[in-house]
């Protein structure tokens, strides 16, 4: 068996700790004789697992009392509906920033059920710095202000939180949640699809205050209301089961390495890795500078196409897969998740070491 480095920017690698356990798992899980997979999700059994999954998650994340944890479906991309649904209900208004594509179509949904403002937008420039915010910009009354943390496409993060006051701070932390510690108590609500950082497509995770439970408008979809998910312990209907038991491992996993923290100080050290040598190669070029640089996916460039579709190529052959750029912004993009090892960040850099020399 030969495992490659997966670049992916999502779904993404997991731990070869979790496959395997996983697997091991697979036909018996804890003395059952049945799979997850095929467990009802009304046993005792499966109940534990879940339970010990939003346990995890508490733990390593530092979530409060005063928030719900929840386990939903249909992507990061129908919270983008969602938190319109449930919480554009005061004024009416919220405040976006375009970071990105994510950051956009968060806004375009939203735009559809109230008075949307774009407080500021990185267009100008392919999304490749995070804008500044200017407070007298922001809506004082807006029922929340939305962010994307970390913009995939482009690998920026933001390093800085917006300052809203009362405004509720929301944001989607798709590519970075779990990468490192994060204050849950400066937003009102945190949603991530799991396929990037937490375990396989299909499983969302929601972390919303209390105070913004039970205030969605009446022309909501059941499936769609976030108290009817927190009344009924995520399990409304069938929740995507086996993934949620995949992230209580990935969790498990990530206590075991020492937690977020850990995890950061490993991330920055295996960006580094890479950005230290983007930044001294006369052939590579990171797209982003700065503070604003993402820990998780880092877009590069050689400036010109045929060079780059050639290194593309040739990576694969070399078992680094999945390196190709998003097409809005060209060239490669080496999306490092927690589960990527830095010995692949290693062997990523002497490649293009090789490659640099050869071409
Ligand atoms: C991948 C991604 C999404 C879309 O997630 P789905 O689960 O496919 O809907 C949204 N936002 C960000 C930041 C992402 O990285």
């Known amino acids: 068996m030969s495992r490659v480095y997966n670049f992916s920017a999502g779904p993404a690698m997991l731990p070869e700790e979790v496959l395997k356990r996983a697997s091991d798992e697979m036909l018996d899980f804890g003395g059952t004789g049945e799979s997850v997979m095929e467990m009802s999700h009304r046993s005792k059994e499966y109940q534990a697992i879940v339970d010990a999954c939003e346990a995890s998650l ?6 409060p009392e005063n928030y719900k944890v ?14 319109p649904l449930n919480l554009l209900n005061g004024s009416g208004k919220a405040d976006f920033v375009i970071t990105g594509q994510w950051a956009n179509k968060a806004y375009s949904e939203a735009k559809r059920y109230g008075d949307c403002k774009v407080i500021a937008s990185s267009k100008d420039k392919t999304f490749s710095y995070i804008p500044e915010l200017n407070k007298a910009d922001f809506t004082a009354d807006a029922d929340y202000f939305h962010i994307c943390l970390n913009n995939t496409i482009y690998g920026t993060k933001f390093s800085l939180l917006p300052e809203t006051g009362n405004v509720h701070l929301i944001a989607d932390v798709s590519s970075c949640i779990l990468s490192e510690p994060i204050d849950v108590t400066k937003f ?22 209390e105070d913004l439970i039970g205030k969605a408008r009446d022309i909501t979809p059941t499936m769609f209301n976030y108290q009817i998910h927190v009344e009924n312990g995520s399990m409304y209907n069938t929740p995507p089961t086996y993934g949620i038991y995949i992230l209580g491992l990935v969790l498990d996993w990530i206590k075991g390495k020492g937690g977020l923290s850990a995890m950061k100080e490993h991330n920055e050290r295996k960006a580094a890795v890479i950005y230290d040598f983007l930044d001294s190669s006369k052939m590579f070029k990171a797209t982003v500078s700065g503070a604003d640089r993402s820990l998780m996916n880092i877009p590069f460039v050689t400036g010109n196409d045929d060079l780059d579709a050639k290194f593309v190529k040739e990576a694969k052959a070399k078992g680094f897969i999945n390196i190709k750029g998003h097409r809005s912004v060209g060239g490669m993009r080496a999306s490092i998740y927690n589960a990527m090892p830095i010995e692949g960040c290693e062997a990523l850099v002497a490649f293009m070491k090789d490659f640099e020399a050869n071409n």
């Open 70 to 83: 929840l386990f939903l479906q249909g992507g990061a991309s129908s919270q983008f509906a969602m938190i």
């Open 188 to 209: 009102g609500l945190l949603y991530a699809g799991a396929q990037k950082n937490m375990g396989p497509a299909g499983l969302t995770v929601v972390i919303i205050r």
């Open 58 to 63: 508490r733990e390593i994340m530092n979530i």
